[in-house]
């Protein structure tokens, strides 16, 4: 989509006036920015109405039911209206600067690490060789709006929120990484693109499937992704019931608002990336696209529906993730702190490394995964491809200097 | 008029964001102000390492620097506040040699920069292209370099490794819980200065 | 403005950002008394040298690529940042150790060698 | 310059952090009210908690010193908001003690019908509560739901759903209408398997466990030093229960009703049903124990209120009339105690011959458990405050008065 938009748009603006290349230039990139901000915005009003409506539906409620029809489909909408429309608090002995600038920092990065991630082949807004990597460290940075929030405050609840959130997310990274090398090494290379291409085919391609270890660090991802995007039961960022509300006691209107759309951003951004990392991302369980032919072989417009439904596929697969980690929420009690580090220090970390060690066996030992090794043939004749990755390893001697 | 260089554009953007952002780190005078600037000059940088096209380095950079380091940076801040916000002043005299000592070496290293005509400008028209950085990187760390036919890395790897490790544990020795089982009052190390 | 914008940039650019840093690094070093301040200054002298690196290791800043470090300079850069992360976490471990026993980070009030 | 804690060469620290004092309360979404509690905290561990009361203080006793007996029934309501039949049963039996008033038998038995009906409906309040201080939603909501109905019932029996006074020294101010057992049968019967979906949901959960045993242990001598009762001393492991240990005014109402008093003796606790099994890491006087012990009760008084239904429909007598709204005291004083849903509540009273009180106490059991919230949270964790103030399921309107 990136180079549809860059180079239509590039020469239909600059089509009369040289001055004009940079205009196209930016418009094409308001146009990517509003498109993944939208994905961010809209998917975080989404998920929140979903997230009342599951919680309602768990609770023997209806959840929302007027604003929009039958369905309150326009709630989230209507409280964000509320939001806006809210003073603006901001404690007397807070840091202004800190205080105001935190819930940005927050949301940017969650925003930020949406531009390297992929919808379906293509469709990303900026393809990084690096993407994994690069979407780890930047979720990374989150936790930097949170503590600045919970120091701004000049509130004793929003720092034991930060002090919280920073002990956390800094040790749940450590077997996050640990759980996303197993697919990255499986696949041979971080870019998210490949590595949703190469489960396309039937549903065993997938590499949750790819041979037990993986099924194992599925799991293992899921709880640490959980933790580090601060969703119950390991939420002790702000525990509502010990830190009245953690690290945004002192935050109101708009800018709380911030910071939940940087939480449901980064659970949507999570749940996006277990579902390439292990669900086979845009690919189907069975590759009806394939089968009938909805690929660029067939014309752009063929590529274009095929994408289309690749994406509705993965953002299906998220969502259900997010489900998930909702369904999570509204069932468990929360855990102590004490718990939620032994959680990450004496299981996750270990399992983690274990998977790994395993993982690398696997593929030095059996490289076709675990169908192959049954001998599970490919009903559709889908052979993978090497990863460029892969490739560029196979033929050192063609290795250019860079 | 000539058509605006993107790489540069974005160069300049980066750039300007990784200077001004560490002048502010020097002038600030609040240690989590001076914190937070410092994680935006450093990911200016890393946006810096993007577009030389190091994308493998600059995530890096992004990861430990700003996600591991300055949160570690923060959390030594928090732990060793004396009141809130805390800042401790500086002499004008201090201030106006510091000045003087760095402007005279800024002074000499743009000079350095900009002295020879190689470094000048390079061809930044193939930086658009992305290489795959990260599989040369973990090969040459293993000490395979196959596009250059040297000998890689493998013992700085296996230093750095060692090293970490020895990080790791003189970290956790220098910070550990202190336990003093019984009260000896002529010890003078127990004595709080 | 307009040259440098539709200019190609080099080496020297990149080495004049690592300068600004570098010396932006040590005068918050000297100024600074808060032994944090000092540790953050450390981390600019170590990016402004790590641009320089990654400079010189691109493909791209000079007119001939062959003169460029090539992998080198990347990987050089990879060792800065992960020996800055473990300078970082000894600092720090001295640093609340020294304020574990002085009450003050302060480092001018840190003349004695002992704890 | 240097600020020391007090003897630093004994102290074990890490690093040596600055003390915190936090203000937790009066306005904290888990103090179950107005409760405010001072901590004192070295990072996340609280090294001192000192409760401090008195945000709901509306001088409950005075004014029952300048109304009649009957008058004062409404006031006894907003003392445990929560169990305010169980209220107005203490102040009543303890007028019905000085006047030296004869019950009819239907009397009684409708009173312990509503008196543990308010019983499985305060214990559910409080097990939903603290599924919320431990940070969980749904039990909460199930268990007002569930408590919905009780109200109902309630409603149906004397129109109001939270201020009851219906409960009156002499007997109660209505019969129970009719079809109302029919009623309260429907809803115990459907009542059991709620009760396991909350065991799921909280007793037996993984994490709820985790959060709950071997924190805040209180030890069977510090519960009766403390003057503790109710569940909060039954958790501990002390046989006490006023149904069956208390005066023979109050324990007359429970007599031939079979019964036995929920505490763990000997290791077990009873087996008249098919309770969840208690966790092996659990130590006796910890907050699951105390939480098991209330939701043990419920269905306790389920089986109480079944038997209490059989009598009543074939008691003689009528529901007792209420004594005069200015009935004439006679010259004395008298103290009761009965078992509430949070332990024993005693009311005082002393008449001088008019029909007025001359003198109106109350004796608060969540005053006497909240007590040791002090030496309970003496080195706990922060998210460990809530899990003990909650566990000992404290109102306070009791508390203050």
Known sequence: MAEFFTTNLIEYVSLSEAWATPLGYILAAMIHIALLLNVVAVGALGFIWLERKVAGRIQDRLGPTRVGGRFGWLQTLADGLKLITKEDLMPAAADPFLFRVAPYVAFCASFAAYLALPFATGWVGQHLNVAVFFILAVLGIEVFGVILAGYGSASKWSLFGAMREAAQVVSYEVPLGLCVIVPVMIAGTMDLIAIGDMQAGMVWNWFIFHDPFTFITFWVFFTCATASVNRAPFDLAEAESELVAGFHTEYSGLRWSFFFMAEYGSMFLVSVLAAILFFGGWNGPIPITEIIG????????????????????????????????????????????????????????????????????????????????????????????????????????????? | ??????????????????????????????????????????????????????DFVGAMQIMIYVGGTMVLLVFGVMLTAQERFVSLKTSGGTWSLAALAGGALLAVLLQTAFSVDDWK?????????????????????????????????????????????VVLIGAAYLARAKRRAKPSADNPADRSD | MTNLLTQPVGVSHYMAVGAVMFVCGIVCMATKRNALGVLMGIELVLNGANINFIAFGSAYLQKDSAMSLGLDGQLIALFVIVLAAAEAAVALAIALNFYNNHHSIDVDRADELKG | ???????????????????????????????????????????????EVTPHIGYLHRCAEKIGENLTPRQWIPYTDRMDYLAGMNMNLGWSLTVEKLLNYELPEKARHLRVIIAELNRIASHFVGMGAYGLDLGTFSPFLYAFREREKILDLFEDACGARLTYSYITPGGATDDLPAGWLKKCETFLDQLLAVIDECHTLLTTNEIFIRRTVNVGVLSPEMAINYGCTGPVLRGSGVDHDLRRDGEERYTEMYDGYAFEVICETDGHYPSDHDYPPVPESAVLGDCWHRFYVRMLEVIQAMDLIRQAMDRYSTAEGDYGVPIKLFEKLPKGEVYLETECPRGQMGFYLVSDGTSIPWRTRARSSCFSNLSVTEELCRGVLLADVPAVVGSLDIVMGEIDR
């Open chain 1, 294 to 402: 909805l690929n660029e072989t067939n014309g752009a417009l063929a590529g274009y529906v095929g994408n289309l439904l690749g994406m509705t596929n993965l953002i299906i697969k998220a969502s259900l993730g997010v489900t998930v980690m909702i369904w999570v929420r509204w069932s468990f009690p929360r855990l102590r702190i004490d718990q939620v580090i032994t959680t990450c220090l004496k299981y996750c970390t270990p399992i983690a490394a274990m998977m790994f060690l395993g993982a690398a066996l696997w593929i030095l030992y059996l490289p076709g995964g675990l169908w192959a090794t049954l001998r599970l043939s490919d009903p559709l004749g889908h052979t993978r491809e090497a990863a460029p990755d892969q490739q560029a390893a196979a033929m050192p001697a063609d290795g250019e200097r860079e």
């Open chain 2, 1 to 54: 008029m000539d058509q605006i260089n993107w790489h540069t554009f974005f160069f300049l953007l980066s750039a300007l964001g990784a200077c001004t952002f560490a002048l502010m780190v020097v002038f600030t005078s609040n240690i989590v102000r001076m914190a937070f600037f410092l994680v935006l000059s450093l990911t200016s940088t890393a946006g810096l390492f993007f577009l030389a096209g190091a």
């Open chain 2, 121 to 165: 400008a390079g061809d930044t028209a193939q930086a658009g292209q992305s290489q795959t950085t990260a599989t040369r990187i973990g090969l040459g760390l293993l000490g395979a370099r196959f596009d250059e036919g040297t000998s890689g890395y493998l013992l700085p790897f296996e230093i750095v490794s060692i090293h970490l490790l």
């Open chain 4, 1 to 47: 310059m240097s600020t020391d804690v007090d003897d630093p060469r004994i102290v074990e620290f890490d690093v040596r952090t600055d003390e915190m004092l936090v203000n937790m309360g009066p306005q904290h979404p888990s103090t179950h009210g107005v409760l405010r509690l001072v901590l004192r905290t070295d990072g996340e561990i609280v090294s």
